[in-house]
């Protein structure tokens, strides 16, 4: 399944990590164009019941006409506010496509791609506050070396700081070319496109704070799933895949978790199978599910 707004990657595998129940209940929290949506909602009977979320309010336009689904326009750190707001403590199984739609890529003026000349914005909630203007023209230089050090894994994180305060000095970055071209001197021709998707990814995690969203999300799937519930989760870089797999293997986003007095450790979920990733025949059909990962947890 195609549409126009976002291709969705590994679509049988994780709504099949699901392992549905016709009368059960189902959350997509990264709605988007819909398209695992659409397969969950084929999979689930007259009784079955699914909530979408999704904080870009572009993907209202592909809102589903079911009497079985709820699309809500917000962020998934609030799962389980909205869940009771609704009606439901507890779902079944949740899934989650993160990173960035095909759709918010592919519009210049979100300024999320390095393809176009836009302004700097890459919110993904259009109503947000911070924009990534902000971030590269009032951040401190020591913030900036940490967004870029820690989001975007860049061994120059300190100099493409400098470089940046230095620039604004004479005039405000408004502009993704006019970011490229204050950062050209860290942009070799054979490395161009890598640096400027670290950057980018960087200044993107901070903009809509996207790692501190997948914590409070994971942490409110323990108290939302019925036991032998699951979760079905999409990462497209390490940062979000370590903390998915750290937080699936036992129940915390670092250290290990403690053991009682007969060894035993007391953690809420389980792996089920191993990590899936995009066949090289899907890949050739959607460049952007290379870097695709997906993990199935189950709640004990």
């Known amino acids: ?11 049988k595998e994780a709504v ?4 549905i129940r016709p009368d059960g209940v189902y959350v997509d929290v990264t709605f988007g164009g819909g398209g ?12 079955g019941k699914l909530f979408g979320f999704d904080q870009d309010s572009d993907a209202l336009k592909n809102a589903i006409d079911d009497d079985r689904f709820v699309l809500i326009n917000n962020n998934f750190r ?39 000349d836009a302004d700097l914005d890459m919110r993904m909630d259009r109503d947000g506050a911070l924009s990534a203007q902000t971030v590269v023209n009032e951040y401190g230089e020591k913030e900036l070396q940490k967004v870029f050090a820690e989001y975007g894994e860049l061994r120059n994180a300190a100099a493409l700081a400098r470089t940046i305060v230095e620039a604004r000095k004479n005039d405000t970055i408004k502009t993704t070319v006019e970011l490229k071209e204050v950062l050209q001197r860290f942009l070799p ?21 996207e790692l ?4 409070e999300f994971l942490l409110q799937t323990v108290d939302v799933l019925e036991t032998g519930g ?15 797999k750290r937080f699936i293997r036992n129940g915390l986003f670092e250290g290990e978790p403690e053991k009682d007095l007969y060894g035993r450790v ?13 066949t090289a025949e899907e890949i050739s059909e959607n460049s952007r599910a290379r870097s695709a990962k997906l993990r199935i947890g189950e709640r004990l």
């Open 212 to 215: 501190e969203s997948l914590k």
């Open 266 to 278: 007391d953690v809420p979920f389980k792996a089920v199978g191993k990590l899936i990733v995009p």
């Open 189 to 209: 021709p054979h490395r161009q496109h890598k640096i400027l998707a670290q950057i980018y990814q960087a200044i993107r995690i901070e903009v809509n704070q």
């Open 78 to 116: 609030y799962l389980k506010r909205f869940l009771r707001f609704y009606g439901h403590d507890t779902v079944d199984g949740i899934l989650g496509d993160f990173g960035v739609s095909s759709h918010q890529f592919d519009v210049a003026e979100r300024g999320f791609s390095t393809r176009f």
């Open 230 to 244: 699951r979760i079905s989760l999409i990462s497209y870089h390490s940062l979000e895949d370590r903390l998915v």
């Open 1 to 11: 399944m195609t549409t126009e707004y976002h291709n969705p990657v590994l679509l």
């Open 16 to 19: 099949d990590g699901l392992s």
């Open 36 to 47: 695992h949506s659409r397969e969950i909602l084929g999979r689930l009977g007259p009784e």
